[in-house]
């Protein structure tokens, strides 16, 4: 499964932004999909997943109520909708993939894609 992540940008804080993840492979609407982000000195972390139907997601308590993910298994594509966004959401922002659970994906991604860059000014 190869992972390309789009649509990063510069945004005022309170300002939206629509993340899409695309990927390759025919398997798309069997996996688990889900964003993590890695802001400047710290370690990667856990945004957002949505499970393999799109019935089921999880959050990170940090972008609860702010942030949506979703996917479109016709368009092999996953998003993360971004709102009401602050400087500390300032970061590269990931896709990941894995073909089991979202708790897998949270904890050992299987699949990156290469990172889009997400910068919040105040």
């Known amino acids: 499964v190869q992972l390309q992540a789009s649509g990063g940008g510069l945004v005022q804080a309170g300002g939206s932004l629509r993340l899409s993840c695309a990927t390759s492979?025919?398997?798309?609407?069997?996996?688990?999909m889900g964003w993590f982000r890695q802001a400047p000195g710290k370690e990667r972390k856990f945004v957002a997943a949505?499970?393999?139907?799109?019935?089921?997601?999880d959050y990170a308590d940090s972008v609860k109520g702010r942030f949506t993910i979703s996917k479109l298994n016709a368009e092999n594509t996953a998003y993360l909708q971004m709102n009401s966004l602050a400087p500390e959401d300032t970061a590269i922002y990931y896709c990941?993939?894995?073909?089991?659970?979202?708790?897998?994906?949270?904890?050992?991604?299987?699949?990156w894609g290469r990172g889009t860059l997400v910068t919040v000014s105040s």
């Open positions: 492979g025919r398997t798309f609407g069997r996996y688990v």
């Open positions: 990941a993939a894995h073909p089991n659970t979202m708790l897998e994906l949270r904890t050992t991604p299987m699949y």
């Open positions: 949505i499970n393999w139907s799109g019935g089921a997601t």
